[in-house]
C-alpha cells in the first residue's frame, strides 16, 4: 500500500490539475493533440506523401519556415495583449521596415544598412504607436489602426508601388542557410521565443506586464509607471516586426507595400488560441507559438491536399471563434457549476 506522503503527492498533484493554475498546461497539451490530429489528417488524405520520411522531415522544416516570421510577430503581440493592448499594424510596420531596408539606398550600405534598417524602422514606428497610446491616450485599437492604414501608405509611397528587389546575397542566403542541419529562420525564431519566454517569465519586466495587463489602475498605485512600461511594450512589438520583416525579405529576395497582409490577424489569432486572455493579464508565450504552429499546420495541409485559401479561412475563423468561447466559458467553471447542481439536487 502506498504510504502517507505518496498519497499527500497524489492528492497535490490532483488538486493543481483541477485547480486554474493547471489552464495553461491543459490548453498546451490541448494544442499539441490538435497538432497530432492535423498530422493524423495529413497521414489519411496524402499517406503515399507520409510514407516517405525524406518528404515528412522536409514538410516539417516548411512549416517551421513558414511560421518563422509570423511566429515572431507573435512574440511581440503577446506582450503587448497580456499589457491590455492591441497592435493592428504588425502587418504594415513589416512593409514599412521591409520596403525602406530594400530602397536602393538603404542597399548601398550593403546587409548590415538594411538589417539596422528594418530593426529601426520597426523599433520607431513601435514607439510612436506607444507614444500615441500612453501620453495621447488614444484607445490602442484607433491608434494602430490609424498606424496600419499610414504606415502601409508610406510603404507604397516609398516603393512607389513596386516590389523592391533584394541584391543582398547575405540577406537572401538567411532563407536557405541551416545551421547544425536547422533552417536559420527556425533558429531566429527558437532564439527570440526563448528570449520572450525568460523576459515575461523571469524578469521583472515580465511581471509588470501582466500587472499593468491585469489592473492598471493598481499597476500605478503600486509604484509601477505604466505609461512608460506601455510605451516599451509597443517598442518591442515594432521590433520584432522589424526582425519579421528581415525574415520575410529573406524569404521572398524582395519587398513591396502589400507584404505581411493581415499577419495582425494571424498573430492576434494565434495569441488568443495560446491562451493569451484579450483583457490583458494573462498568456504564455509557449502557448503562443503552438497557436502559430497550427495555423501554419492548417496552411500546409490545405496546400497539399489543393484546398483553397478560402476554406482554409472559415477554418481559422472557427477556431478564433471557439477559442474565445474556452476563454469565456473554461472547462473548470463548468466542472464547479456541474458539483454545486449536484450537490444542490443531491
Known sequence: ?????????????????????????????????????LVVIGIITQPELYSDATWVKNNTFTILQQASAIGVVT????????????DLSVG??????????????TQSYGAGGMIF??????????????????????????????MMVAARGLAAEISNKQTQVSTSQFINDIASTKLLGIPVLVVILVVVAALGWVLLNRTTFGRRT?????????????????????????????LCCGIGA????????????AMAN?????????????????????????????GVLVFSTITNLFAINGLTTESQNMIKGGIIVAAVL????????????????????G
Do not use: C
Open 326 to 345: 474556452v476563454q469565456q466559458f473554461r472547462f473548470n467553471s463548468l466542472t464547479q457549476l456541474l458539483s454545486r447542481n449536484k450537490l444542490t439536487t
Open 117 to 146: 534598417t528594418g530593426l529601426v524602422v520597426g523599433l520607431g514606428v513601435g514607439l510612436v504607436n506607444g507614444v500615441l497610446i500612453s501620453y495621447g491616450r488614444l484607445v490602442p485599437f484607433i491608434a494602430t489602426l490609424a
Open 1 to 37: 500500500m502506498p504510504g502517507p506522503a505518496k498519497e499527500q503527492h497524489r492528492g497535490d498533484t490532483g488538486s493543481w490539475w483541477r485547480s486554474d493554475a493547471s489552464d495553461y498546461a491543459k490548453r498546451n497539451l490541448g494544442l499539441v493533440g490538435v497538432l497530432v490530429a
Open 210 to 238: 501582466v500587472a499593468v495587463g491585469g489592473n492598471g489602475e493598481a499597476a500605478r498605485l503600486a509604484g509601477i509607471n505604466v505609461k512608460a512600461h506601455t510605451l516599451m511594450l509597443y517598442a518591442l512589438s515594432g
Open 246 to 257: 528581415i525574415m520575410l525579405t529573406a524569404q521572398a529576395n524582395s519587398a513591396q507595400a
Open 262 to 290: 493581415l499577419y495582425e490577424l494571424d498573430a492576434i489569432a494565434a495569441a488568443i488560441i495560446g491562451g493569451t486572455l484579450l483583457s490583458g493579464g494573462r498568456g504564455t508565450i509557449v502557448g503562443a507559438l503552438l
Open 75 to 86: 512574440v511581440g503581440m503577446t506582450f503587448v495583449i497580456i499589457g491590455g493592448g492591441i
Open 92 to 105: 504594415a510596420i513589416m512593409a514599412l521596415a521591409g520596403v525602406w531596408a530594400t530602397t536602393l539606398a
